[in-house]
């Protein structure tokens, strides 16, 4: 979790890219969803965006165990805290896919830059900008 550019918006990009990547797979496997035109099975593409997850999590984790990553000690222990739970929901027989697509969704917006009026506008749940 370290930027290339001076302020990391370049890392940042990319780190929010992937959650969202992440998020979109499980969106694709929630029951009544359908599988994308994939050679696998239902529980296959299931598990493998399941696997998808828990590989990024483990990636945070070993992140923000590092003294060098940039961030200060109080978020480095709240994303470690994170990381645990998502790690434990993950694990669960049936994990709770929307959850995990939230706060996957939740730390991608975190991470990607808004500039502009943009950025002052509040969000509703979509992302979409709320209507005044």
Not at 49 to 59: G, H, P, S, T, V
Not at 67 to 96: I, Q, W
Request: charged share 25%; proline share 6%; net charge neutral.
């Amino acid at each position: 979790m370290r930027g290339l550019n001076a302020d990391g918006s370049d890392t940042r990009m990319r780190e929010a890219a992937l959650f969202r990547a992440v998020s979109a797979h499980l969106r694709q496997v929630r029951p009544g969803h359908g599988v994308p035109a994939l050679e696998m099975t239902d529980g296959q593409a299931r598990q493998r965006a399941l696997a998808d997850a828990r590989r990024l999590w483990l990636a945070v984790g070993a992140a923000v165990a590092r003294p060098d990553c940039g961030l200060s000690e109080s978020l480095r222990l709240s994303l470690s805290r994170l990381g645990l739970a998502v790690l434990k929901e993950l694990r669960a027989p049936s994990p709770n896919l929307e959850m995990l697509i939230n706060l996957n969704d939740q730390i991608a917006d975190g991470l990607a830059p808004r500039y502009g009026w943009d950025a002052a506008m509040p969000l509703d749940e979509d992302g979409r900008p709320l209507e005044t």
